[in-house]
Structures are given as C-alpha cells and as structure tokens.
C-alpha cells in the first residue's frame, strides 16, 4: 500500500534534458553548403521587418557558434546528466534552395556527428523536423506553407533525413509550436505575405498544409522503424477566464480552441466541429483533398509535446481586452500573477492545468519540451566557481523548481509524461527578441546584443542544482 502523503515520484526513465534551435544556437548560417533560412533575414526577431538578405547586426548568422562548439556543449549537457537533448535539423543544411534535387552531404554530415556525441554521451536525442526556419527560397518562390507544393518538398527533406538518421533516433516533433502561425506566418509557417494581407482562407490553408505533411511525416516514421515515436509540438498556454462571467468563460474557450484545434487534428485525425463553424462563418473555404483526410486519419501522433512559459486571460468585454505586453499570444494580463521583464506571466500551476487538461483530452504521453525564464543574468567572479566566474540565478532556480514542482503533482494526478526539456539549457538568441539578453540558460555564453564576446561557456548556479535535480530523479525539488 503507498501513502497518500508519500512525495511525488518522478517515474523511472524519466526523460530529463533540454531543448535548443538551430537557428538560435548553429550559427554557420553559410557554412557547409546551408542555403539561407527566414531566421537569417530576421535580424529583430517577431518584432521587426525582415531584410533582403543577411545583414551584420542579425546574431543569429552566427549563434552561439554550436556548429562548430557542439562537442563542448554536448559534453556540459552531459555533466548535469542529460538524458534527453532536443535539437532541430536546419531543413536549409539538407536542402539549401528548399528545392534541390539532391540533399547536400555536408549538412547531414554535421547532424550524424551530433549524434555521434550524443551517443557517446548516452543522450537520447528528440528532434525537431521544423523550428521556426523554413528555408528562405520557400518562403519566397512558394509563399511558405501557403502552397501545397511546399508538402511534397518538405516530404522530401523528410524522407533523406528518416532514411539518415531513423534508425538511430527515436523521438521527433514535426512543426515547433505549430499554432503560433496564427499571430507570427513568416517565422512559423514562412508565409512572405504580410500578416495584415495575408487572407484568413490562404492562412488556414496554409495550416492545412502543415497539418498533412506533419501526417505525412508521422507515416514516414513509422513506415522507416515502428518504434519511432513522432509527436505534434503546440505552444502550450492556459487561457483563464478574466472572471467569473460566462461570457469570459466563453471568450477564452473560444481563444483556446484556436489552439486546440491543431492537436485535435493531430490527435483525432480530423478537424473538431468548433474549427468547421470557424470556417464556415469566416468565409474560410479550404481545398481539402480525399487524399489530405485520409492522411489526417490514418496518420496520427503518438504524443503530444508542448512548450509552457506563461497563461493569459480573456474576456468577452472588448473594453478589458488590453494586449499582453510582450507576448506574442495577445491575451489580457492575470492580475494574480507576477510577470517577467518580457510580460510573460510566471504561473507554475498552469502547467499542472495545462498537463491535466491536455492527458484528459487526448490520452496520449505528454512531453514538455520547452519550459524556462528568460532574465537577464550578471556574470560574476567567483573563487568556487571552476571556470573562475559564474552567474547567482537563484531566480531561475527558483523559477523551474516551482514548475517541475508541479509536473511532479500532475504526475501524481495520473497524467503520463515521458520527459522535460527545459529551453535554452545553454544561452542562445532569443526568437521574439532576437538578442543575447534574455537568457534561458544554466550555461552562460559571453556574447552581448552587440555582437560582442569570447563566445566562452560558464557553468551558472543553476546547473550544478538541475545536474542534482537530475541525478535524485526529481527527488530533491
Ligand atoms: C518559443 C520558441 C523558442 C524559444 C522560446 C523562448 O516560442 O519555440 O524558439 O525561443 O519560445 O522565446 P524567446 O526566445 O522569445 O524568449
């Protein structure tokens, strides 16, 4: 018999790790052969217009050098004991001009030697098919995900990368934060259109697009090796009610099922009524084919992973419906909760929610593979420290105890989550920001927002507490 009072157990096998983005760590943005990427003419993030090409200023071109640092990094990883490390293929390393013929060796060479050192490290690697970097000339010839010829050439960007490296990888994600096309279509879905041109039939036919060739990616997988586990990636996000009145209730199920929708289909196979109504009373008509549905159908996820940074609220009073600074999602801010710098609201038990609600919906493993702080960190000297300096973040440390706190109550609950890879376990270019400053990591890399720095790693207080958090297997949060 167990007590009722014993303290949360994180299951064995658990997986722990951290997540990363090519865009934001690879640099090498013209090295080995890559052809350009969206990320490369995006030097301000969301926030800001594109460029023609490549511009100085644009810290992404050069990351925190990962393409040739991978080792070292890996290696950092592995001291605090990593069992999971997610990554994404930059899909302009294996297909420079989104088009090609023929894949280019050099850039699969790179991923085969990332792997080898996960594999001496004994990491599992979890990776992402598409993080927010559709390369360029897709974004340009095609209009991005607008097109359904975009379908057949990501098919074949997936088709070399599973012929690769499926043998040796069990877990993938097909699109990072999928329904974030919604507010941000040229980073998430490559979609050149200015959002305020962009129609809502060519936006939701886009979506479309994704949907299936994520389906058609998940038949691939499998058909490659049955074991392989492929899951859909949303941005997670709890949508409260501002207040007790039905008609904010109302408003925020009605904005969370803008974003439900997407693992609906991943899940279920078929859109839900609620996105039909959407449709049809936004004049939103879509070419869905009988080949699409019977995709969608036969092809569905075997879990679903999220990331979770924060919850909003919504109300059905258009006069409360303030914007949430800083947060891509919109939404009205919590008065209950406390705020980064950023204005993302910092809420713990909204991922105990969020877990909760998504294991009831779906029953399908839950994986949460994105969660941190962004905050800007103070490198300091230390006599302790073994590189000589070190960074007190005791407010991160704070911050993903709180969380992991409750991914242990949820697992309490009943809900079944495979693993936790916290964002950015190393200092990389932030996606909204596009800037060094607002760090995730438990390692400090020396590069500022003018493109300044040694580039050299510090290990922050954080990560000798996560190497402990790992090796008690969560027993010690
Ligand atoms: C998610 C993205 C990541 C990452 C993270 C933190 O939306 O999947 O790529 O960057 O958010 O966001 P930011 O870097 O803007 O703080």
């Not at 991978?70 to 605090?80: P, Q």
């Not at 609220?313 to 710098?341: F, K, Q």
């Not at 090796?471 to 949060?477: D, K, P, Y």
Request: aromatic residues 12%; negative net charge; charged residues 20%.
């Amino acid at each position: 018999m167990t007590s009722i009072s014993a303290p949360t157990q994180f299951p064995p096998g658990f997986l722990w790790g951290g997540a990363t983005a090519a865009n934001q760590v690879e640099g090498g943005y013209d090295q080995g052969g890559k052809g350009l990427s969206i990320q490369d003419v995006m030097p301000q993030g969301i926030v800001g217009p594109r460029t023609d090409g490549p511009t100085p200023e644009n810290l992404k071109l050069t990351g925190i050098d990962f393409y040739h640092r991978y080792a070292e990094d890996i290696a950092l990883f592995a001291e605090m004991g990593f069992s999971v490390y997610r990554f994404s293929i930059a899909w302009s390393r294996i297909f420079p001009g989104g088009d090609d013929a023929e894949p280019n060796e050099e850039g699969l060479a790179f991923y085969d030697r990332v792997l080898d050192e996960l594999e001496r490290h004994g990491i599992e690697p979890l990776i992402t098919l598409s993080h927010y970097e559709t390369p360029l000339a897709i974004a340009e010839k095609y209009d991005g995900w607008v097109s359904r010829d975009v379908i057949a050439l990501f098919e074949r960007y997936v088709r070399v990368v599973f012929a690769r490296y499926g043998h040796r990888v069990k877990y993938w994600l097909t699109f990072n934060e999928i329904n974030s096309v919604i507010h941000a279509p040229f980073m998430s879905g490559g979609i050149n259109t200015p959002k305020d041109e962009l129609t809502p039939t060519d936006l939701y036919q886009a979506i479309h697009h994704e949907l299936v060739a994520s389906a058609l990616a998940t038949k691939i997988a499998h058909e490659t090796d049955p074991q392989i586990k492929v899951g859909c990636m949303v941005l997670g996000m709890p949508i409260y009610p501002l207040s007790p009145d039905p008609n904010d209730l109302l408003a925020s199920m009605t904005a969370d099922h803008a974003n439900l929708m997407f693992s609906d289909v991943h899940t279920r196979g078929e859109y839900p009524g609620y996105a039909l109504r959407y449709f049809r009373e936004n004049g939103i008509e879509l070419q869905i084919t009988e080949q699409d549905r019977e995709l969608l159908a036969a092809h569905t996820v075997d879990f679903v992973s999220f990331s979770y940074y924060m919850s909003i609220c919504e109300t059905g009073d258009p006069a409360r419906r303030l914007a949430g600074a800083g947060n891509i999602m919109g939404g009205v801010p919590n008065p209950h909760l406390p705020a980064s710098e950023w204005g993302w609201q910092i809420d713990p038990v909204g991922l105990r929610v969020i877990l909760n609600q998504f294991w009831d919906r779906w029953g399908k493993p839950l994986f949460i593979v994105e969660n941190g702080l962004g905050a800007r960190d103070e490198l300091v000297e230390s006599a302790d420290a073994v590189d000589g300096f070190t960074v007190l973040d005791d407010y991160r440390i704070d911050y993903l105890r709180a969380h992991l706190q409750q991914v242990g109550e949820a697992i309490a609950d009943g809900v079944q989550v495979l693993g936790y890879t916290s964002w950015g376990p190393i200092d990389l270019v932030s996606a909204s920001t596009a800037q060094m400053s607002k760090r995730y990591g438990f390692i400090y890399v020396d590069r500022n927002d003018d493109g300044t720095g040694t580039l050299a790693r510090y290990r922050k207080k954080s990560f000798h507490w996560y190497a402990q958090v790992i090796a008690t297997n969560g027993a010690t949060l």
